[in-house]
């Protein structure tokens, strides 16, 4: 995957597998040598899920705050350069992998940022180990059945559960170029105009690695999804959303119905206008002021 200037890639093993993660440890961000990225407190970014998805969704974002933090971007376990078992993924594999990364990279409470359902997982990881988070600043998070609703009975959804043909609409119209930008296109950004060329063939070298398409015909089944409404009332964690506008499938009617369960744990509720599920990838100077002024504000409260 393209990694930033000053990056480098490290791992850690999960009860999953390898799990590849990108750190700064190179000019520009060495630092004086009394002083290590170690001693900096820990802010990590966990990317979503979809076609060729890896921790090249947060690359235009987490270098602005190297200079101040230790940046760990991991790649889920099924996706970018993590390893890839070959499985039917469940919700509960990647509650159990974001935990274990925090266990062994971090160790105490952390600032993370995380993205659209992966953002939602980051919620129930949290009501499961609130020891393991500081702060969680969300973009999108949906389980994508929230309040009784039902992604997995979709028409695509269930044509891809349908035996042999997953793995042919995969290779045929999912990890190719037409079909990563049809992805992007449709799916993450509300502007067409801003997906350049970098963006598709980051998420292409994801897409098409071996056995890339367990983790992604898992999250396009539906198999990944859930209520989100049911958790979010037990969530502790002082807590940021940012929800693009035009996000599809989840909107931000639902982003504000699911802060609306929690107030005293969400701080913060802020929709984008004219922005879809990655503004992370779409307005990447906003998404980076805003992560700057909800972690300065998490932590006053």
């Given at each position: 995957?393209?990694?930033?200037?000053?990056?480098?890639?490290?791992?850690?093993?999960?009860?999953?597998?390898?799990?590849?993660?990108y750190?700064a440890?190179?000019t520009?961000?060495?630092?004086?040598?009394?002083?290590?990225s170690h001693?900096?407190?820990?802010?990590?970014?966990?990317?979503?899920?979809?076609?060729?998805?890896?921790?090249?969704?947060?690359?235009?974002v987490?270098?602005?705050?190297?200079a101040?933090?230790?940046?760990?971007?991991?790649?889920?376990?099924?996706?970018g350069?993590?390893?890839?078992?070959?499985?039917?993924?469940?919700?509960?594999?990647?509650?159990?992998?974001?935990?274990?990364?925090?266990?062994?990279?971090?160790?105490?409470?952390?600032?993370?940022?995380?993205?659209?359902?992966?953002?939602?997982?980051?919620?129930?990881?949290?009501?499961?180990?609130?020891d393991?988070?500081?702060s969680?600043?969300?973009?999108t998070?949906?389980?994508?059945?929230?309040?009784g609703?039902?992604?997995?009975?979709s028409l695509?959804?269930?044509?891809v559960?349908?035996?042999?043909?997953?793995?042919?609409?995969?290779?045929?119209?999912?990890?190719?170029?037409a079909?990563?930008?049809?992805f992007?296109?449709?799916?993450?950004?509300?502007?067409?105009?801003?997906?350049?060329?970098?963006?598709?063939?980051?998420?292409?070298?994801?897409a098409?690695?071996p056995?890339?398409?367990?983790?992604?015909?898992?999250?396009?089944?539906g198999?990944?999804?859930?209520?989100?409404?049911?958790?979010?009332?037990?969530?502790?964690?002082?807590?940021?959303?940012?929800?693009?506008?035009?996000?599809?499938?989840?909107?931000?009617?639902?982003?504000?119905?699911?802060?609306?369960?929690?107030?005293?744990?969400?701080?913060?509720?802020?929709?984008l206008?004219?922005?879809?599920?990655?503004?992370?990838?779409?307005v990447?100077?906003?998404?980076?002021?805003?992560i700057?002024?909800?972690?300065?504000?998490?932590?006053?409260?």
């Open positions: 995957m393209l990694v930033p200037l000053g990056f480098g890639q490290q791992s850690i093993v999960t009860s999953l597998g390898r799990m590849v993660y750190t440890e190179k520009p961000w060495m630092r004086l040598p009394t002083s290590t001693d900096l407190p820990n802010l990590v970014f966990f990317h979503g899920f979809g076609g060729g998805s890896s921790a090249y969704e947060w690359s235009k987490y270098p602005a705050f190297a101040e933090y230790r940046i760990l971007a991991p790649d889920l376990i099924g996706w350069r993590s390893e890839h078992p070959t499985r039917n993924y469940q919700v509960e594999d990647y509650i159990t992998t974001l935990i274990q990364f925090l266990e062994k990279t971090c160790g105490s409470a952390t600032d993370v940022v995380a993205s659209s359902l992966t953002g939602a997982i980051a919620i129930r990881a949290a009501i499961q180990r609130p393991l988070f500081k969680l600043i969300l973009t998070p949906a389980g994508l059945s929230d309040f609703q039902d992604y997995s009975g695509f959804a269930r044509i559960s349908t035996p042999f043909l997953d793995k042919f609409l995969y290779s045929t119209g999912i990890a190719t170029e079909g990563i930008r049809t992007l296109e449709q799916r993450q950004f509300a502007e067409p105009r801003r997906i350049y060329p970098e963006i598709g063939a980051a998420y292409l070298e994801s098409s690695q056995n890339a398409e367990y983790a992604a015909l898992s999250f396009v089944r198999d990944l999804c859930f209520d989100l409404s049911l958790y979010v009332p037990q969530l502790t964690t002082p807590t940021g959303i940012i929800w693009g506008e035009k996000s599809q499938f989840t909107g931000p009617e639902i982003g504000q119905r699911l802060a609306n369960l929690n107030p005293e744990a969400i701080k913060v509720f802020q929709h206008e004219n922005v879809g599920l990655t503004p992370q990838l779409e990447p100077a906003v998404t980076i002021g805003l700057r002024q909800y972690l300065k504000l998490l932590s006053e409260r």
